[in-house]
């Protein structure tokens, strides 16, 4: 007997009767096998071995089989999916879901319902791809004309929608199709249960999505706001999990920008998540509490200074990174079934801490990201900057990406630069995830932007961390596909050249490479230009022999790169960094004579000393007081070349500046006047 | 004596101080007003999550209070804790799985307790090989998903070892009021799976809540007339 494409051979067991001709027989048969396999694996299993799916499946897509051993049927797939991912897979081969998605829209109650609590079973399984039911419009809009025919319906199509919804997209589809209003009449239900899935499902919904939000904000069915009714699940009468999805949907929301706070936030959301971190609370509330705490207060000054006092936070969160599973007695003898399940308890436990370290490091990085007091207290509070350092190295990625953002905020106070840091080496692991290729381009982000700071000048482990390799490192940086990691390397360039030696200086443009620098001068984003005029100023800086010293390997090319600038369609903002460039060029010995013996320079001096931005007069005349200065070597000529050009004649124009600053400028560079 | 009469009563151990204790709680007691309305609802939720379809089709037209449910609804349950106390366990099991599917599944200390007196009613009737190919199909399976049900089965296993096993260390097993507790158990999970307010009646929360505050009373060593037969509502002398 061939059913379908699989040959089946007629099986010697008790079900023969499926196959018999009379239906009142096989009627029997579908319940017999139901109860049969209705909490026994073993039995789950043995049907499926024994191949009988294709004649269940060719049971419900007979017309003429009775309604109620169809529901029979559909009721043994449901009850086969809770086996194992075997069984659940071969559900998947043998085309179950489609067949219980078209069931869907029969006329019989119990069949429809039996077929949408079977549909959850099966998704449950990681073998099964929920994406089909976006496959066709209908079946969405189909499964939220079923929500309201009874609770248990309500329940299976919001985990099914809550299941589903994994994509902007799909939760777009989902805002389109009428969802607002279903689930705002599923959140009106005296049922518990009800009420949890319909929040979950919200939840998964308005994450991220700004639009989406808008609309919940102002859905409303049967005379009740949707907004309403969430602000009313936060309350302490409820669950807490109930409090717990209702307090994430308002965190979303509230990150969304779609309405502001006026008392909401801080004082229903805010302390109903931090309250539900705490000890007593079961181990995946608290995980979830925490992320969404954190992702509250990320941006928000104020609110992570009011978390930071609230209800022993720092400490609750703390204690994430000791937590402990509760000590279970061996017993003795397991079976290989026992044992299996213990093994699996055992890693259930280990990803959980895993979970509560990472939520921790969340929690963390925002609220010290922009208060110092708080940062403070963190890095008193044991075993935090320990346990932060440690999980720089851990084999997770997931875990290593949270500590380094955490570690960034902390890298943002100047004090923990001078102490914390020196004592725990934190930029070895740093550099490590930098300098590997495998490292996520996000990891590298936050660890390259950490390390800039660590790199300023005050800093006690900048030494180290350039013999390891920093310069070569943030070199390679810059020449990255992705802006933000460019501009991290050249940042990092400018910090690690900030008043620091020659030695270091000469270093960086070696690795660098002329080439490089004007690569990056002409960089399509913005910042990276500043921060690479920012850095040629450092490197310009200081002693004079310093400047002397660089402009003698690399006079032509800097100068053929101010007037790159300078001749360029960028903002003033930038040209004046080049002409503080040129400032610095001119406060050296030797390095004058560049500027003095190019007339084009002279030209742009002159020019831009009479342009109408004063902060660009200013820093043309700052350069012309450099040039003149009367004490060094040299003075004479050059006042009486620049002379000649007319260079006074414009300063005595500009003796009357409205500008302060340009004035005085003005009046220090007359005084260096010999004549 | 100060304020708050009880406290400083219980500093002072002299037998009349104990009189007039007790005459004090006695009297605040039967001052207290429960009203007939909040006790014809604690009766009838009684009935209808118990399922006594009948008591309570009565007693909402003797007394006046609404079930609040159709008590047709009822007859599930009711069959299936009749089936259960009738020994009738395949029957039992078949209208659960008729009612809520996904239970047994979902709950497999239920169904051990179930298949559990499947095995104990095989016993009864003294079909020995049955029973012992039974527990090998279905009850090994449990005994390997939870240790937990490994001691019941082995007392109920250890019945075959007896010639009568009536009169049996584990006769207890055959007694009908394990019939009742399984049934009772039962009757518990389907209202759960109901989405009811409570699997419990509020008349058994209600003395719950009466045994955990006298030992909370206790605890903190305070004297006062102790109910012990709850069932009578009989005072202990408080000695």
Known sequence: ?675 | MGEGGLRDISLNQSRDDSDLLELMWMDQLAKVQVPRQTLNKLVMNYLVTEGFKEAAERFQEESGVSAEIDLNLLDNRINIRDAIQAGKMDEAISLLNDLHPTLLDENRYLLFHLQQQSLIELIREQRVEEALEFAGNHLAERGEEDSKVLQELERTLALLAFEDPFSSPFSDLLSHTHRQQVASEVNEAILKAEHADSAQSKLAASLKLLIWAQEELDKKKVRYPRMTDLAAGKFQDPK
Not at chain 1, 244 to 264: H, P
Not at chain 1, 479 to 496: A, E, I, Q, T
């Open chain 1, 1 to 675: 007997m061939v059913c379908g494409n699989m040959e089946v051979e007629v099986p010697r067991s008790t079900w023969d009767k499926l196959y018999d001709p009379q239906p009142e027989k096989v009627a029997i048969a579908v319940k017999s096998l139901k109860n049969c396999i209705i909490g026994s694996k073993k039995q789950k299993e043995q049907i499926v071995e024994q191949g009988l799916l294709a004649r269940l499946v060719n049971l419900l897509v007979e017309p003429d089989i009775n309604p109620r051993v169809k529901t029979n049927v559909v009721q043994i797939f449901g009850s086969i999916s809770k086996g194992s991912e075997l069984t659940a897979k071969s559900l998947s081969d043998a085309g179950v879901v489609k067949i219980l998605l078209n069931g869907l829209v029969n006329t019989e109650p119990q069949l429809t319902e039996a077929c949408l609590l079977s549909l959850v079973s099966i998704f449950d399984s990681k073998e099964t791809s929920i994406e089909v039911i976006y496959s066709d419009p209908a079946i969405i809009s189909h499964l939220l004309s079923l929500m309201p025919h009874s609770t248990n319906s309500s329940v299976a199509v919001c985990r099914l929608l809550t299941k589903g919804c994994e994509s902007l997209d799909h939760q777009n589809i989902l805002l389109n199709s009428g969802t607002p209003k279903s689930i705002c009449e599923v959140l009106s239900s005296p049922v518990p249960v009800a009420q949890l899935c319909a929040l979950q499902c919200l939840a998964a919904m308005v994450y991220k999505n700004e639009n989406a939000a808008h609309v919940y904000l102002s859905t409303s069915a049967q005379g009740k706001s949707l907004m309403g009714h969430i602000v009313f699940y936060t309350g302490r009468e409820h669950q807490e999990e109930i409090q717990l999805e209702a307090s994430r949907i308002l965190t979303y929301m509230y990150r969304c920008g779609v309405f502001e706070e006026d008392g909401l936030i801080v004082f229903q959301v805010l302390p109903c998540l931090v309250r539900l971190c705490k000890k007593e609370e079961r181990v995946v509330n608290r995980i979830l509490a925490a992320e969404t705490l954190a992702y509250l207060i990320e941006i928000d000054v104020e609110l992570q200074q009011i978390a930071a006092i609230s209800n022993h936070l720092i400490c609750t969160t703390a204690s994430f990174l000791r937590w402990e599973p509760d000590h279970r007695q061996k017993a003795s003898g397991m079976s290989r079934v026992q044992m299996n399940k213990l093994t699996q308890q055992l890693e259930k436990e280990a990803d959980q801490a895993k979970q509560l370290r990472k939520a921790a490091f969340h929690v963390f990085a925002s609220l010290s990201a922009n208060d110092e007091e708080i940062r403070k207290r963190l890095i008193e509070t044991e075993p935090v900057v320990q346990s932060v350092v440690g999980a720089l190295q851990d084999s997770d990625e997931d875990v290593v990406m949270s500590a380094i953002r955490c570690l960034h905020s902390l890298s943002r106070s100047v004090q923990l630069l001078r102490t914390t840091f020196q004592d725990h080496t934190v930029w070895e692991p740093l550099m490590k995830i930098l300098s590997s290729p495998a490292s996520k381009v996000e990891s590298v982000l936050v660890a390259s932007s950490t390390l800039c700071n660590l790199l300023l000048d005050f800093s006690p482990s900048k030494e180290k961390i350039l013999d390891s390799g920093a310069v070569e490192l943030l070199c390679e940086l810059t020449r990255k596909y992705d802006p933000s990691l460019r501009l991290n390397g050249v940042w990092g360039l400018m910090n690690l050249s900030f008043n620091s030696e020659q030695r270091i200086k000469s270093q960086i443009m070696t690795t660098l490479g002329t080439d490089q620098v004007f690569r990056l001068l002409s960089d399509t984003e913005i910042q990276v230009v500043m921060k690479t005029l920012g850095l040629l100023r450092n490197l310009l800086s200081n002693e004079k022999h310093h400047i002397d010293t660089i402009t003698s390997l690399y006079g032509k090319q800097l100068m053929q790169a101010v007037v790159f600038i300078l001749e360029s369609e960028n903002s003033h903002e930038v040209k004046e960094q080049a002409l503080c460039m040129l400032a610095n060029i001119a406060n050296g010995d030797t390095s004058k004579k560049l500027i003095v013996d190019n007339e084009d320079v002279l030209k742009k001096l002159k020019s831009y000393m009479l342009h109408n931005n004063t902060n660009l007069q200013t820093a043309a005349v700052v350069c012309i007081q450099n040039l003149i200065w009367r004490e060094e070597e040299g003075s004479c000529d050059r006042q009486a070349k620049l002379k000649d050009i007319g260079v006074f004649n414009i300063l005595n124009q500009l003796k009357t500046a409205e500008d302060s600053v340009l004035k005085e400028k003005v009046k220090m560079a007359l005084d260096q006047a010999s004549m």
